[in-house]
């Protein structure tokens, strides 16, 4: 009679144990990898601070060398050390080289400051002038119709005035206008020139005529002809005048030789207009 032997069971086998087996399900390719790592991959990565020391000790070592290099190699090869110093006559030279540059830039300084304080100056006097005789030309057409107003009262007989009411309240009407005209033109700087019996003043007087007054001295206004105007201080028309001739009978303070002795008006004019 056989007698059967039961099959061999799986779980009743002991398992070889091995290094796969020791090692966690969850972490099995990390494991394995730090089991077969060489051991001097180990040792460095285990021991990262002496690395670094390492590191810096060899740049120091490296910079320590460089500096002695740079130290005992010769002044020349250093590009940060100072030029040395030129002789004693070149920096002479070169000092008096730049004295007189320094002072031929001082001088042209000088010369455009100079220059500039004239085209400041000229400037303000231009605008000056401009705002004070802007109305010379206005001033002067204005004259001209003062000149006719006195013209047309000069011509009206003075019996015809007297014994004529229509006429009387014309001529009335025309020296209104013309007082009216004379005010508003002093107003603006505009003013006459009336040297009747006067010293003759060439700065603003013209002599139309010479004639014979002994009781006049020589160079006395003794006929005025047309009225004269000033702007301000500048003479817009000169008076056209008659005056009396030197016979022997005395000049009038110093008028025959052609120098103003006259404080008034017209003294001081600018005939540059």
Same mark, same amino acid.
């Given at each position: $009679?056989?007698?059967?032997?039961?099959?061999?069971?799986?779980?009743?086998?002991?398992?070889?144990?091995?290094?796969?087996?020791?090692?966690? =399900?969850?972490?099995?390719? =990390?494991?394995?990898?730090?089991?077969? *790592?060489?051991?001097?991959?180990?040792?460095?990565?285990?021991?990262?601070?002496?690395?670094?020391?390492?590191?810096?000790?060899? =740049?120091?070592?490296?910079?320590?060398?460089?500096? @002695?290099?740079?130290?005992?190699?010769? %002044?020349?090869?250093?590009?940060? /050390?100072?030029?040395?110093?030129?002789?004693?006559?070149?920096?002479?030279?070169?000092?008096? +080289?730049?004295?007189?540059? !320094?002072?031929?830039? *001082?001088?042209? $300084?000088?010369?455009?400051? +100079?220059?500039?304080?004239?085209?400041?100056?000229?400037?303000?006097?231009?605008?000056?002038?401009?705002?004070?005789?802007?109305?010379? /030309?206005? @001033? *002067?057409? $204005?004259?001209?119709?003062?000149?006719?107003?006195?013209?047309? !009262?000069?011509?009206?007989?003075?019996?015809?005035?007297?014994?004529?009411?229509?006429?009387?309240?014309?001529?009335?009407?025309?020296? @209104?206008?013309?007082?009216?005209?004379?005010?508003?033109?002093?107003?603006?700087?505009?003013?006459?020139?009336?040297?009747? %019996?006067? #010293?003759?003043?060439?700065?603003? %007087?013209? #002599?139309?005529?010479?004639?014979?007054?002994?009781? %006049?001295?020589?160079?006395? #206004?003794?006929? $005025?002809?047309?009225? &004269?105007? #000033? !702007?301000?201080?500048?003479?817009?028309?000169?008076?056209?005048?008659?005056?009396? *001739?030197?016979?022997?009978?005395?000049?009038?303070?110093? +008028?025959?030789?052609?120098?103003?002795?006259?404080?008034?008006?017209? &003294?001081?004019?600018?005939?540059?207009?």
């Amino acid at each position: $009679m056989s007698v059967r032997h039961p099959a061999p069971s799986l779980h009743a086998c002991p398992a070889r144990s091995t290094e796969e087996d020791l090692i966690p =399900r969850g972490n099995s390719a =990390r494991q394995k990898t730090m089991i077969n *790592k060489p051991d001097s991959f180990t040792d460095k990565d285990d021991n990262p601070t002496q690395e670094r020391e390492e590191s810096l000790r060899d =740049r120091s070592a490296r910079l320590e060398a460089e500096a @002695a290099a740079m130290a005992a190699g010769s %002044h020349d090869s250093d590009p940060l /050390s100072p030029e040395p110093l030129a002789p004693a006559e070149d920096r002479s030279t070169e000092i008096d +080289a730049l004295q007189n540059e !320094l002072g031929r830039t *001082k001088d042209q $300084m000088v010369r455009a400051l +100079a220059d500039a304080e004239n085209a400041r100056k000229r400037a303000a006097k231009d605008r000056e002038d401009a705002s004070k005789y802007a109305i010379s /030309s206005f @001033a *002067k057409d $204005m004259i001209d119709v003062a000149d006719n107003l006195r013209r047309a !009262l000069e011509a009206v007989p003075q019996d015809l005035a007297a014994t004529d009411p229509r006429l009387s309240g014309l001529i009335d009407g025309i020296e @209104a206008t013309e007082r009216t005209l004379l005010k508003n033109l002093e107003k603006h700087g505009v003013k006459k020139i009336e040297p009747l %019996h006067q #010293v003759f003043d060439p700065n603003f %007087h013209e #002599v139309m005529f010479e004639a014979s007054s002994p009781e %006049h001295a020589a160079g006395t #206004v003794i006929q $005025m002809i047309e009225t &004269g105007y #000033v !702007l301000k201080d500048r003479l817009l028309r000169p008076a056209r005048v008659g005056v009396a *001739k030197d016979e022997g009978q005395g000049n009038g303070n110093g +008028a025959a030789s052609g120098q103003s002795t006259t404080s008034g008006p017209g &003294g001081q004019i600018d005939t540059q207009a």
